[in-house]
């Protein structure tokens, strides 16, 4: 039942090269379960494991949110997570970070700077491209929690007008939905998000980062207002708004995965819109 499939594989987190069951980071996914991207990550395993790595986000000694990350291409598959409401309001003034992923990356420390992950220098070389973020950092709850977006494996380059214009425009409304539809029958607040990118043939950052073609994010959450579960997507190319008032479109879940790939969880297959 692909609603119930029990995921067996390890994952691996950039903490020391710790190898840890899903359960240590799985409560970001709907139902412990991760989307299904073919050829990347299916039925639960991923397929080619030297290439991609799951990363238990983890910040002040806690788990965060959960990112599929590619190795080769420097760039997320995408970060999964659990909004919750906002509790702190402010975008924290916060160094980007590496640590504590970069321990996954230790054995290449000694070898060519083509082996290594992305850091800083890549997207200081350039003023077209801004570290946009995949787990925006408005979507958490705690200043800790959004401290812990600011890290190179939470980042794609973002065209900047894009970034700030009609992608920044969506987080908003997106997270307006959830504040108000997303909330139980105890008054709490909780959504599930999966947002990722897909990369290029051959666009690259320094030439060492990949420039993805496009963005994408998906929201699903319980709603007792609708007593359903509610649910919507959008995407957007990854080039600069040709004007200021540009806005995505709001798209079901189906749509979507027509666009993108099949994402095979309760709320991604349910007929909510």
């Excluded at 995505?248 to 969880?265: G, M, V």
Aim: aromatic share 12%; net charge positive; hydrophobic share 35%.
């Amino acid at each position: 039942d692909k609603l119930n499939m029990i995921i067996s594989s390890y994952l691996v987190t950039f903490s020391g090269m710790e190898v840890v069951f899903l359960s240590d980071c799985d409560r970001f996914l709907l139902d412990q379960t991760p989307p299904h991207v073919p050829g990347i990550l299916e039925a639960g395993r991923i397929l080619d494991q030297d290439r991609y790595k799951f990363i238990c986000q983890t910040y002040g000694n806690q788990r965060r949110f959960v990112t599929l990350y590619d190795v080769r291409n420097r760039i997320p598959v995408f970060s999964a997570f659990k909004f919750t409401g906002e509790v702190y309001g402010r975008r924290p003034k916060s160094v980007w970070k590496i640590e504590p992923q970069v321990g996954l990356f230790s054995h290449l420390r000694n070898g060519s700077e083509q082996r290594r992950p992305a850091g800083t220098v890549d997207y200081r070389s350039n003023r077209t491209f801004d570290r946009g973020h995949i787990f925006p950092s408005s979507y958490a709850s705690t200043k800790a929690d959004k401290m812990s977006t600011f890290t190179l494996t939470n980042v794609v380059p973002q065209a900047e007008s894009f970034n700030k214009g009609s992608w920044n425009k969506m987080e908003r409304c997106t997270k307006c939905v959830m504040e108000k539809y997303c909330v139980n029958s105890s008054g709490g607040t909780g959504g599930f998000v999966v947002t990722g990118a897909l990369p290029s043939s051959s666009s690259t950052l320094n030439n060492r980062v990949n420039v993805p073609t496009a963005l994408w994010s998906a929201f699903c959450c319980y709603s007792a207002v609708a007593e359903a579960w509610i649910a919507s997507g959008h995407w957007g190319h990854n080039v600069q708004d040709e004007s200021k008032h540009k806005y995505l479109k709001t798209e079901t879940l189906e749509d979507l995965q027509h666009r993108l790939f099949s994402i095979k969880q309760k709320c991604f297959i349910t007929n909510a819109t």
